[in-house]
C-alpha cells in the first residue's frame, strides 16, 4: 500500500541555519506530493506540491523537489527563521486511488532557537 | 479568500454521547474530506464525499456516520463517544477536475475532548 516515512523530530536548529527535513514514499501510481505545515493550536496549511517527477515546488523560501528515482521529496529552507517553528507534515494523494485522499507521514517538530 | 469552515472549534462531551461536526467547503468545491489527528499523530483519513456520494471510506468506526448535502456542505455524526474519540477532527475541501491532480484546503479543525 501507499505510505511515507518521514524523518523523526524534533528538529532543532538557530536561526539562519540551513533545514532539510527528509520524506520518502511508496506508491503503486505516480502520487502527487504536498508538504503540509501546522502551527501550534492550528489547522493544516498547504505549504507547496509537486505532481511529477523533477517537478519543484516552492513556497516562503521552503522548496521540494519530486525525485522519481529516489522516491522522495525533501523539504529544505535557505535560511530558518524562529517563525518557520510547526510541525511539517509530508504527504502523498495516489490518482489511482479514487477519492485522492491524502497519507501522511507522521509529522517532523522543527523548533528554531532565536 | 473564503476557507473551509468548521463548526464548533471546541466541543467537550461525556462518554456515550454524540456529537455532530460541521463543515462548509470553500465555495464551488465539490469535494469534502475528513481526517482525525489524535495527540503528537498524523491526520487519518475517515472519510470523503464527491457530489454528495461517498466516495471512499478509511479507518471510520462503526458509530460514525457522514453525509455531504446539497449545499456541499458535510456533517460528522458521531456516536457513544469513547474516551479514544478525544482528537483534532479536519475537514478539507478540493475542485476536483479528473485529469487533473487535486489539492486539498484544510479548516482549522474542531477539537473533541470526551471526558
Known amino acids: 500500500g501507499n505510505s511515507v516515512t518521514q524523518m523523526e523530530g524534533p528538529v532543532t536548529l538557530s536561526e539562519e541555519a540551513f533545514l532539510t527535513i527528509n520524506c520518502t514514499y511508496t506508491a503503486t501510481g505516480y502520487p502527487s506530493l504536498f508538504w503540509y505545515v501546522q502551527y501550534p493550536g492550528e489547522g493544516l496549511q498547504l505549504l507547496l506540491k509537486a505532481t511529477k517527477a523533477d517537478d519543484k515546488g516552492s513556497n516562503k523560501g521552503f522548496e521540494a523537489t519530486y525525485r522519481k528515482e529516489t522516491t522522495s521529496f525533501h523539504l529544505e529552507k535557505g535560511s530558518v527563521q524562529v517563525s518557520d517553528s510547526a510541525v511539517y507534515f509530508c504527504?502523498?494523494?495516489?490518482?489511482?486511488?479514487?477519492?485522492?485522499?491524502?497519507?501522511f507521514g507522521s509529522g517532523t517538530r522543527l523548533l528554531v532557537r532565536p | 479568500a473564503a476557507g473551509v469552515i468548521q463548526s464548533p472549534r471546541h466541543l467537550i462531551k461525556e462518554k456515550r454521547e454524540t456529537a455532530t461536526l460541521k463543515c462548509y467547503p470553500i465555495?464551488?468545491?465539490?469535494?469534502v474530506y475528513w481526517y482525525q489527528q489524535g495527540p503528537g499523530q498524523d491526520p487519518q483519513f475517515l472519510i470523503s464525499?464527491?457530489?454528495?456520494?461517498?466516495?471512499d471510506k478509511g479507518s471510520i468506526p462503526d458509530r460514525f456516520s457522514a453525509q455531504q448535502f446539497s449545499d456541499y456542505h458535510s456533517e460528522l455524526n458521531m456516536s457513544s463517544l469513547e474516551l479514544g474519540d478525544s482528537a483534532l477532527y479536519f475537514c478539507?475541501?478540493?475542485?476536483?477536475?479528473?485529469?487533473?491532480?487535486?489539492?486539498?484546503?484544510f479548516g482549522p479543525g474542531t477539537r473533541l475532548t470526551v471526558l
Open positions: 465555495p464551488r468545491h465539490d469535494t
Open positions: 464525499f464527491y457530489e454528495k456520494m461517498q466516495s
Open positions: 504527504a502523498l494523494s495516489d490518482p489511482m486511488d479514487s477519492s485522492y485522499k491524502l497519507i
Open positions: 478539507a475541501s478540493s475542485s476536483l477536475d479528473r485529469g487533473q491532480t487535486d489539492t486539498q484546503y
